[in-house]
């Protein structure tokens, strides 16, 4: 009894310790979805041929497996998912399995970890969501475009606020067929504290305080092109998606509406200064026509134009002519009076 113990305590170090080995070749599978329910297949199929070494189950956060097969030892559950785990071994390279008697406690991330020789290891992630909670969906019309091999960051940010608050966000990437998607990152709030993990070598998520969640692309390939779905889970139950299109193009054709967008600006730039020579033109056309009609109107008139002068001329030296009041007192008066001669009777 004891050495059997002893083998199977050996046995749990070393599939631990290859569960952190590093091999030759390690590839991740994108990360798929399923809904909290019981008989839930969490699915672990390698697409490899060869011979299977050994798969361990884990959930975070916590690291030690949860479920161990191995082709020779057999299997080995922990003791919270005994009864309630089993592999369904439906090939020699399928690693999934069966979860019966769920509770909420189940519900989170999990990782597959699967050894195979010669090639290497392979992982695959499975989040486990709630089921049964109200939804509302929000078709949003954010339209993108970007040129392969460039960057792109997108942002998911909430707009139902009559909802209740965030509690948790994640964005995924839905299959051309929608009928299943890829999740890329996860932003939840635990304990007063924001919890951000993202599942694709060329993705980034980051999070801020008030749970909005922006996606960094690198290197965009021409597969990044497609529908992203951004879901907000708040407190009151009541889930909210809003859907990011977004549009790849090649370099060619990134260079060709350039070249478009240069002809549309220089076109515009030639247009304005066209329209603004007519319109200095036809102002000085205006200028022109009513100069020369009033000449025209004083060649008809040559009596009124010297009329018209000598009025304003004598005008003009009646006001030099007059003074100021202050003037007119100081200055004397000169007045001219004829002088009447006294009548002298003349004698006869």
């Excluded at 979860?99 to 050894?115: A, I, K, M, P, R």
């Excluded at 004397?332 to 001669?341: E, F, G, H, K, M």
């Amino acid at each position: 009894m004891e050495a059997v113990q002893k083998e199977y305590w050996y046995f749990l170090v070393l599939v631990i310790s290859l569960t952190f080995l590093k091999v030759s070749e390690q590839l991740r599978a994108p990360v798929s979805k399923v809904q909290l329910q019981d008989g839930m297949v969490l699915d672990c199929l390698c697409p490899w041929t060869g011979r299977l070494i050994m798969v361990s189950w884990t959930k975070q956060p916590d690291s030690k497996p949860l479920a161990i097969y191995h082709p020779d030892y057999g299997v080995n559950y922990a003791a919270a998912y005994e009864g309630r785990v089993e592999f369904s071994n439906a090939s020699p390279t399928d690693g999934s399995i069966i979860l019966t008697n769920v509770t909420e406690g189940d519900l989170g991330l999990y990782s597959c970890f699967l050894q195979m020789f010669p090639e290497g290891s392979w992982t695959k992630d499975t989040l486990v969501e709630k089921s049964g909670i109200s939804t509302v969906s929000v078709h949003s019309d954010t339209k993108l475009v970007v040129a392969e091999s460039q960057n792109l960051t997108m942002w998911c940010k909430y707009n139902g606020a009559h909802a209740g608050a965030v509690s948790e966000v994640t964005v995924e990437k839905l299959w051309s067929d929608q009928q299943g998607s890829t999740l890329l990152g996860v932003c939840k709030e635990q304990e007063g504290s924001v919890e951000v993990s993202d599942f694709e070598d060329r993705v980034r998520v980051n999070c801020s305080s008030d749970l909005e969640l922006s996606v960094q692309l690198s290197s965009v390939v021409k597969e990044d092109g497609g529908l992203y779905r951004c879901n907000f889970t708040t407190d009151t139950g009541v889930q909210t998606t809003s859907i990011i299109q977004l549009t790849t193009i090649s370099t060619q054709e990134r260079i060709g509406l350039q070249d478009v967008l240069y002809l549309y600006i220089g076109g515009g730039v030639a247009g304005a200064f066209v329209l603004m020579s007519g319109v200095f033109l036809l102002m000085w056309l205006s200028r022109r026509r009513r100069r020369r009609r009033e000449e025209y109107r004083i060649q008809l008139h040559p009596a009124k134009r010297r009329q018209n002068n000598a009025y304003d001329q004598g005008a003009v030296y009646d006001r030099m002519k007059k003074g100021t009041k202050h003037q007119s007192k100081n200055n004397p008066v000169y007045v001219n009076l004829q002088t009447v001669r006294g009548y002298k009777k003349r004698q006869r």
